[in-house]
């Protein structure tokens, strides 16, 4: 089994950037990517960026580019969203996931999540 842990949500005025952290342990040898996911009042979650383990390449939904990255640290068992230039939709519940059955990284849903962090971008 592999646990995450998020750190590093909060409240932040438009323009601003967070720094968002997820940390795995367990069976992390297991684990095929990693990803962040928002999901937004009333709205489904979402697959924001996500990062094949091992230093492979890394995916952000168009949303994100030019404003946030993706990139792992810790030998691998941290990722870490850097998030630049917040604006107020990019308010939400975020999680982290890791894929580590079959599947596809792109599209399947995690096999595991993390508890989820609150970023609040106020105008």
């Known amino acids: 089994r592999v646990r995450l842990v998020e750190s590093g949500g909060g409240s932040v005025q438009a323009g601003g950037s967070l720094r968002l952290s997820c940390t795995a342990s367990?069976?992390?040898?297991?684990?095929?990517?990693m990803a962040w996911f928002k999901q937004g009042p009333g709205e489904v979650r979402e697959r924001v960026a996500y990062?094949?383990?091992?230093?492979?390449?890394?995916y952000l939904a168009d949303s994100a580019k030019g404003r946030f990255t993706i990139r792992s640290e810790n030998a691998g068992n941290t990722v870490v969203l850097q998030m630049t230039g917040l604006k107020v939709e990019d308010s939400g519940i975020y999680y982290c996931?890791?894929?580590?059955?079959?599947?596809?990284?792109?599209?399947?849903?995690?096999?595991?999540w993390g508890q989820g962090t609150q970023v609040n971008v106020s105008s």
């Open positions: 367990g069976y992390t040898y297991t684990v095929r990517c």
């Open positions: 996931g890791a894929l580590s059955g079959g599947g596809d990284c792109r599209t399947s849903n995690p096999d595991y």
């Open positions: 990062l094949y383990s091992g230093g492979g390449s890394a």
